[in-house]
């Protein structure tokens, strides 16, 4: 579906369940909703909440959401003291939804320093910190953990050498924009006008889905 097609289609649906309550929209707001809406539908079919069955679960899901995944690797150097036996690397793996697998390659130091591929583990700051606050609990150098945090860049404790960092992501969706939007307006940094690269058969539900946000807007602005 083009950009003029998602703007045609969203003003069908957007007049026929608003009729004559409503206000039109403008491209940069039409723009916005549709933009909103399949980010919020992206995260939906990636957790199975909703109608939608999880990534994890269905093929149908992995093979949509596909276009959004993409593989990367980094090498890790410069660490800084962490406590207790760990060390801290950090890496900006940029403006994702979501972290598919992550591994990592440490030198394990009870092996003669050979390398060897260990899973990472999430784990929250205040659980973090009790690891380093017992002075009985040895490191453990059979993963690597990773600070859970909303963040574009990833902290990742290990009480071995990391050597490299290796993930799959799902990335945030590029904006949808019906038409070029005029000077000073833009949506996550970009104004022309652009479609959707998820699969077409997303299309019309990111259109519904939107169309519903902005029913919605309109109501919370319009209550007595």
Same mark, same amino acid.
């Given at each position: 579906?083009?950009?003029?097609?998602?703007?045609?289609?969203?003003?069908?649906?957007?007049?026929?369940?608003?009729?004559?309550?409503?206000?039109?929209?403008?491209?940069?707001?039409?723009?916005?909703?549709?933009?909103?809406?399949?980010?919020?539908?992206?995260? /939906? @079919?990636?957790?199975? !909440?909703?109608?939608?069955? #999880?990534?994890?679960?269905? +093929?149908?899901?992995?093979? $949509?959401?596909?276009?959004?995944?993409?593989?990367?690797?980094? /090498? @890790?150097?410069?660490? !800084?003291?962490?406590?207790? #036996?760990?060390?801290?690397? +950090?890496?900006?793996?940029? $403006?994702?939804?979501?972290?598919?697998?992550?591994?990592?390659?440490?030198?394990?130091?009870?092996?003669?320093?050979?390398?060897?591929?260990?899973?990472?583990?999430?784990?929250?700051?205040?659980?973090?910190?009790?690891?380093?606050?017992?002075?009985?609990?040895?490191?453990?150098?059979?993963?690597?953990?990773?600070?859970?945090?909303?963040?574009?860049?990833?902290?990742?404790?290990?009480?071995?050498?990391?050597?490299?960092?290796?993930?799959?992501?799902?990335?945030?969706?590029?904006?949808?924009?019906?038409?070029?939007?005029?000077?000073?307006?833009?949506?996550?940094?970009?104004?022309?006008?652009?479609?959707?690269?998820?699969?077409?058969?997303?299309?019309?539900?990111?259109?519904?889905?939107?169309?519903?946000?902005?029913?919605?807007?309109?109501?919370?602005?319009?209550?007595?």
């Amino acid at each position: 579906m083009t950009a003029q097609e998602f703007r045609n289609e969203f003003d069908l649906l957007y007049n026929n369940i608003m009729s004559d309550m409503a206000p039109g929209l403008d491209d940069y707001e039409v723009s916005l909703f549709l933009t909103q809406a399949q980010e919020e539908l992206v995260q /939906q @079919l990636y957790a199975g !909440t909703g109608s939608f069955s #999880g990534f994890e679960t269905s +093929e149908k899901v992995r093979r $949509n959401l596909a276009n959004l995944i993409t593989h990367g690797s980094a /090498q @890790l150097s410069n660490p !800084t003291e962490y406590g207790n #036996g760990y060390w801290e690397y +950090e890496h900006t793996i940029g $403006n994702i939804l979501a972290l598919i697998s992550e591994r990592a390659k440490i030198s394990d130091s009870e092996a003669c320093g050979n390398p060897k591929w260990v899973n990472v583990t999430p784990i929250k700051y205040d659980e973090m910190n009790k690891v380093i606050e017992n002075p009985f609990r040895r490191p453990d150098n059979r993963k690597v953990l990773r600070l859970d945090e909303e963040t574009i860049t990833i902290h990742l404790i290990s009480k071995e050498q990391i050597l490299e960092y290796s993930w799959d992501c799902l990335n945030k969706p590029s904006p949808i924009i019906v038409s070029n939007l005029p000077v000073g307006f833009s949506i996550d940094g970009q104004n022309l006008a652009k479609t959707s690269a998820l699969d077409s058969s997303l299309h019309r539900p990111i259109i519904k889905y939107a169309v519903q946000l902005a029913a919605a807007s309109w109501a919370a602005n319009n209550k007595s």
